[in-house]
């Protein structure tokens, strides 16, 4: 039985309209479908495909902001939605995309994520050099079973993430070109994009760095919209009309007030029972000492009330949030969660001092941070 959502969460759409299911869609109009993988997108057939991806660009922040993409939006207006995966976030959102798998299989729950067995975080972005991303993410990604099915798959993205942690365990198996820049991205995947079957895996960052930094209400929020805007309607135009051009994004946005935020380090009791916080400011995992599950989540409840849902473990698993969890990535996973409503943030100036400088965060199920637009262009 499906458990109801609160009002304003919107549950993941996995093995429909999720980010999952991309790769699997796109397989199956190239005419290689991957089996074993929901592909729940109604996608032409078309000899080459390129997959955009726009870090940070919710489909309501787009169609609020239209008249500062009017290219995007157009497409908006005649796309469907779909859903990043639980938590929107970018490390668990770009692998599910690469893998075609829910954030229960391939295991990268959050931005951090307790290791098993220790009292560290393993940082999905930056990583961790005592941790192999092929054991952390042993499944083959849908993008390198593509490309063992005879597709030439591209990834183009920035060189610093060439080799990373993050792109061993989402996209391996595809053929990495590094461009920093925009017209170094869309000469790379026109060259990329010319030969047939094909897909190019294309993306940006920089708007989700700009609403981190100045938030999504902010005039550079907008500049750095209307320049993926851009850049998007190029991409178009230098493509053949036969080579398809899908854009996605990872997740959306919100913009957290200084009022709208509770630190734990200035709360009484929020620590208590806490042995390590880990998530991000809009979903945090909470791993408790021995016995204190309980007493954290009556806790953290009644702290927070209406500002969060605050589950268990179980609670959080049983909702399918996650889609179904591996034994291996359960224990990554909080005893207790909490996904915050609203504008809220929970942050901690103690374990997460920069994340607090931040002014637009994500990785809650509002429907801002989980509904993605779909766009065929």
């Known amino acids: 039985m499906t458990v109801p959502e609160p009002s304003g969460f919107t549950a993941p759409a996995y093995g429909d309209r999720s980010l999952a299911d991309v790769i699997p869609s796109v397989a199956r109009a190239l005419g290689s479908p991957l089996d074993g993988l929901a592909a729940g997108l109604d996608l032409p057939d078309a000899p080459s495909y390129v997959v955009f991806l726009v870090d940070g660009m919710g489909a309501e922040l787009l169609a609020r902001h239209a008249h500062a993409a009017p290219y995007l939006s157009s497409l908006l207006e005649k796309s469907a939605t779909g ?80 080799g990373s942690g993050l792109t061993v365990a989402s996209q391996r198996g595809a ?96 620590r208590d029972g806490v042995a390590l916080l880990g998530g991000e400011a809009r979903f945090r995992h909470l791993y408790c000492s021995a016995g204190a599950v309980d007493d954290v989540a009556a806790t953290w409840r009644a702290v927070l009330g209406a500002r969060a849902t605050v589950l268990t473990r179980e609670e959080a698993v049983a909702r399918g949030w996650f889609g179904d969890v591996a034994p291996g990535v359960l224990p990554r996973l909080g005893d207790v969660m909490v996904a915050c409503h609203d504008d809220t943030a929970v942050v901690s100036s103690v374990d997460f001092a920069y994340e607090d400088t931040l002014v637009g965060l994500h990785g809650s199920l509002t429907s801002a941070e989980m509904v993605i637009p779909i766009l065929l262009g």
């Open 83 to 162: 859903t990043a995966g639980v938590p929107s976030t970018t490390a668990t959102s770009l692998t599910s995309l690469g893998t075609g798998l829910t954030p229960g299989a391939h295991g990268l729950v959050g931005f951090t994520a307790r290791i098993p067995g220790t009292d560290r975080l393993l940082n999905h972005l930056w990583w961790d050099k005592h941790v192999d991303p092929l054991e952390w993410q042993p499944h083959p990604t849908a993008l390198g079973r593509l490309a063992h099915a005879g597709v030439q798959v591209t990834s183009v993205n920035k060189r610093d993430f060439d």
């Open 175 to 270: 053929t990495y070109v590094g461009a920093d820049r925009v017209g170094e991205r869309i000469a790379a995947t026109v060259s990329a994009s010319s030969s047939a079957p094909s897909l190019t895996y294309v993306y940006d960052s920089d708007l989700d760095w700009t609403g981190h930094k100045f938030g999504v209400a902010s005039t550079q929020w907008l500049q750095q919209l209307a320049m993926v805007d851009a850049e998007a309607e190029q991409l178009r135009e230098a493509l053949p009309p036969s080579t398809r051009l899908l854009v996605v994004a990872d997740h959306g946005m919100v913009d957290s007030p200084r009022g709208s935020r509770v630190d734990v380090d200035e709360v009484d009791g929020m």
